[in-house]
């Protein structure tokens, strides 16, 4: 698997959730398709497939680069700096 630096600068454990879904979308009324966590701060987010994209753009608007998937049963880390799972 790909070695992400960013992983290892990560908070340990992991960062509770700030919120069980968007809080971005539930302001506009709108309705995320899956939700990714930061593992930085806890921020929850729309993945990309939703309309608003507000994982995507919590990163690039803070810095952190990496995520997991919000999903039950998902445990994969993506790293938008690297473009690649981690
Ligand atoms: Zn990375
Ligand atoms: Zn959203
Ligand atoms: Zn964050």
Redesign the pocket.
């Given at each position: 698997m790909y070695e992400c630096p960013h992983v290892a600068g990560l908070p340990h454990p992991e960062p509770d959730p700030l919120s069980d879904t968007?809080p971005?979308?539930l302001a506009v009324g709108?309705h995320?398709v899956q939700l990714r966590l930061c593992l930085e701060c806890g921020h929850v987010?729309?993945c990309d497939s939703?309309p608003?994209?507000?994982?995507s753009g919590h990163a690039k608007e803070t810095g952190h680069p990496v995520m997991r998937s919000f999903e039950l049963g998902d445990n994969w880390r993506w790293c938008y700096e690297d473009g690649s799972i981690v």
């Amino acid at each position: 698997m790909y070695e992400c630096p960013h992983v290892a600068g990560l908070p340990h454990p992991e960062p509770d959730p700030l919120s069980d879904t968007c809080p971005e979308c539930l302001a506009v009324g709108s309705h995320p398709v899956q939700l990714r966590l930061c593992l930085e701060c806890g921020h929850v987010g729309c993945c990309d497939s939703s309309p608003f994209r507000h994982a995507s753009g919590h990163a690039k608007e803070t810095g952190h680069p990496v995520m997991r998937s919000f999903e039950l049963g998902d445990n994969w880390r993506w790293c938008y700096e690297d473009g690649s799972i981690v």
